[in-house]
């Protein structure tokens, strides 16, 4: 672009004077001094309104041996060059996207990428044998993780145990509601369970009376009664645990619960699990009472080892005034003597143990 000089802008008015005094020397004529006068008194608003020049100054200006250059605007350079370049962004639309990986801009019609293309780091294996549905369920378990599950220890392996079953006699006293450690018994003996069953949540084969339950103190619903806990998976059992939850209450009528477990036990024996490894677990922090026949908790257990059963005593604090009888409890049972439990740790051991 062609640039007028700077003594030529300076000199713009001098035809218009050259014109008014000699008029008819010059030959122009009388309209054309009227528009000279007019583009002079204009010229500055002109310039700064627009930023341009007249077609009728350039030529008073330069005179007959220079031409305005018909592209030449007025506007510096700099400006030109961005307004191209707005112009130019607005016809080609915004830069496309580029793929991470190549630098390559996507398409609609791009197919994904299949498993063997994809980076080791992030694909995902699927075993054909799982269902897609239970993976989902499982990736919304928060207690779950793909190294293990989590417990009040940390996060413990998750484990395979289609050899076992044990059955729960929980001890829902009153008294178990008494503070112990950082919680009360009740409270403790729940977590030292679910921490013992989580980890073989698909493969354990759990059952459990609890007693009391009901308005009656000493009542003790038969194993057949939605309140117990029939024979399943340790997982599906945990989920029915938590939401039939019922709090201490009542005495410790545990001749009826031995009736209601014998009734569990042959129950399992149709099932064919006294076929396996078989483990009566009991949970209790007192002395038996609610007019319980004594007899029965040897005799019980007694026969229960005949078929293979082992049935195993973990006391809490409290239970010492019965030391005796549960000593003869697991002696019966084939374990010898009752476990003394000094200590919210060691229930969570000792149940692990029995669980395995």
């Not at 496309?96 to 063997?116: H, Q, S, W």
């Not at 977590?191 to 759990?206: E, H, I, M, R």
């Amino acid at each position: 672009m062609r640039r007028v000089p700077a003594i030529v802008n300076a000199v713009l008015t001098l035809p218009v004077t050259l014109l008014l005094c000699c008029g008819g020397m010059s030959g122009v004529s009388d309209t054309e001094m009227d528009r000279a006068g007019q583009t002079t008194g204009s010229k500055t608003d002109d310039k700064q309104a627009s930023g341009k020049a007249s077609d009728f100054d350039d030529q008073d200006a330069r005179g007959t041996d220079v031409e305005a250059d018909p592209n030449d605007d007025g506007i510096d350079e700099p400006n030109v060059d961005r307004q191209v370049t707005d112009e130019t962004t607005k016809l080609a639309g915004p830069e496309p996207e580029l793929d991470d990986d190549n630098g390559a801009a996507p398409t609609e019609d791009e197919e994904p990428p299949t498993a063997a293309q994809t980076p080791e780091a992030d694909r995902l294996i699927i075993d054909s044998n799982v269902d897609p549905d239970a993976a989902d369920e499982g990736a919304e378990d928060e207690t779950e993780t793909s190294d293990g599950v989590e417990t009040s220890n940390g996060i413990v392996p998750l484990e395979f145990v289609d050899d076992l079953s044990i059955l729960v006699i929980f001890d829902n006293s009153g008294s178990m509601d008494t503070y112990w450690g950082n919680g009360s018994r009740w409270d403790i003996a729940n977590q030292a369970l679910y921490d013992a069953l989580a980890p073989v949540a698909t493969s354990l084969k759990v059952a459990s009376i609890r007693f009391p339950l009901g308005a009656e103190d000493c009542s003790v619903p038969e194993f057949a009664d939605d309140r117990q806990f029939g024979w399943q998976l340790a997982g599906e059992f945990l989920d029915a645990w938590e939401a039939g939850k019922i709090f201490p209450n009542g005495g410790t009528p545990m001749g009826q619960a031995f009736l209601a477990a014998d009734a569990a036990i042959a129950d399992a024996r149709e099932r064919g699990l006294l076929e396996d490894r078989f483990n009566v677990i009991v949970l209790t922090d007192g002395e038996p009472n609610c007019e319980t026949d004594t007899t029965l908790l040897t005799e019980l257990p007694a026969q229960w080892h005949e078929r293979g059963v082992k049935t195993h005593v973990l006391g809490l604090p409290g239970s010492d005034a019965a030391a005796q009888l549960l000593d003869d409890i697991a002696a019966a049972g084939g374990t010898d003597e009752f476990v003394h439990l000094g200590s919210a740790e060691q229930l969570g051991d000792e149940v692990l143990v029995r669980a395995r």
